[in-house]
């Protein structure tokens, strides 16, 4: 495997890591698609247990993948994350060929705030601001799909409002209504919104599913193709649900693991991947 890093920042403190399987003749040769996963944490850090261990699963399936640490607290006020997401979307567009990679089939996948920030940028990656920021101007900041696990969603109550709070913590109040609205995804989906697939808990305690169903509710409205799990009951911050991501107990859940099958069989459908095979 060949492991990437890149750096958007002089510090390091966002970057980007890329995980490349090795290409062999044994295997097929087709650009491969690839996930951009986003951790969660709040908009307060990102979580090592929705990074690698995630991307390297995608790997295992036969993707590329990818992590962003993205600007976090005390970095983390608008639109510093939605820049970085659409940076590195760009990076992975321009360097497609280098990566192996089919720069028309990019997955982004986040989990918590990592999921607002898939579909914030699933809704804004078209906001001429953030375009101009990221130099994303000919749209090489788009999704081709998405994938929002337990996913913060709105900026209005019922939210998860630490996520929201370190959006909006430098924003003058004369503007926070104008951002809220930005940084509710339900309200922002068009048919520029690329294909969804989401996942959550209904007895999330953190994140209230509502949100997931309002997004899932405006996919609908404006015909917009989406696969929604909802299990019956879960704790947050499942990631793959499993020993590999189990910090606890209540981290492990045999019913909520199916997700990621879930979404591979989802993805690549989405993407009609791979290509007949000849034999």
């Known amino acids: 495997m060949d492991i990437i890093k890149h750096n958007f920042t002089d510090d390091g403190r966002v970057n980007l890591t890329i995980y490349i399987p090795h290409r062999s003749p044994e295997l097929h040769q087709h650009l491969r698609p690839l996930v951009l996963v986003f951790p969660g944490g709040g908009y307060g850090f990102c979580s090592d247990r929705e990074a690698e261990p995630i991307a390297l699963s995608y790997n295992a399936a036969g993707f590329n993948a990818a992590v962003l640490r993205y600007s976090i607290n005390p970095h983390s006020?608008?639109?510093?994350?939605?820049?970085?997401?659409?940076?590195?979307?760009?990076?992975?567009?321009?360097?497609?060929?280098?990566?192996?990679?089919?720069k028309d089939?990019?997955?982004?996948?986040?989990?918590s705030a990592g999921g607002h920030l898939a579909a914030w940028l699933a809704t804004q990656w078209n906001n001429e601001e953030i375009a101009k920021l990221a130099g994303c101007e000919n749209g090489e900041n788009q999704p081709n799909a998405a994938i929002l696990g337990y996913p913060v969603i709105s900026g209005y109550e019922p939210t998860h409002n630490g996520s929201i709070n370190n959006l909006l913590k430098d924003t003058p109040e004369a503007d926070r209504e104008r951002l809220r609205e930005i940084v509710s995804c339900e309200k922002n989906v068009g048919e520029h919104t690329p294909p969804t697939?989401?996942?959550?808990?209904?007895?999330?305690?953190?994140?209230?599913?509502?949100?997931?169903?309002?997004?899932?509710?405006?996919?609908?409205?404006?015909?917009?193709p989406?696969?929604?799990?909802?299990?019956?009951?879960g704790s947050h911050g499942l990631s793959l649900a499993n020993y590999v991501t189990g910090k606890r107990q209540a981290?492990?859940?045999?019913?909520?693991?199916?997700?990621?099958?879930?979404?591979?069989?989802?993805?690549?459908?989405?993407?009609?991947?791979?290509?007949?095979?000849?034999?």
Do not use: Q
């Open 77 to 102: 006020s608008y639109p510093n994350p939605l820049v970085d997401a659409s940076k590195a979307v760009k990076y992975i567009r321009d360097n497609a060929e280098m990566l192996h990679t089919d």
């Open 105 to 111: 089939k990019i997955a982004v996948c986040g989990f």
């Open 197 to 224: 697939f989401i996942f959550h808990t209904a007895d999330d305690g953190a994140v209230p599913v509502i949100g997931a169903l309002n997004y899932a509710r405006a996919m609908t409205e404006h015909n917009r």
């Open 226 to 233: 989406f696969e929604i799990h909802v299990y019956r009951s």
């Open 251 to 279: 981290s492990i859940n045999s019913d909520v693991e199916g997700w990621l099958n879930l979404s591979v069989r989802w993805l690549l459908k989405t993407f009609n991947f791979p290509p007949a095979i000849e034999d």
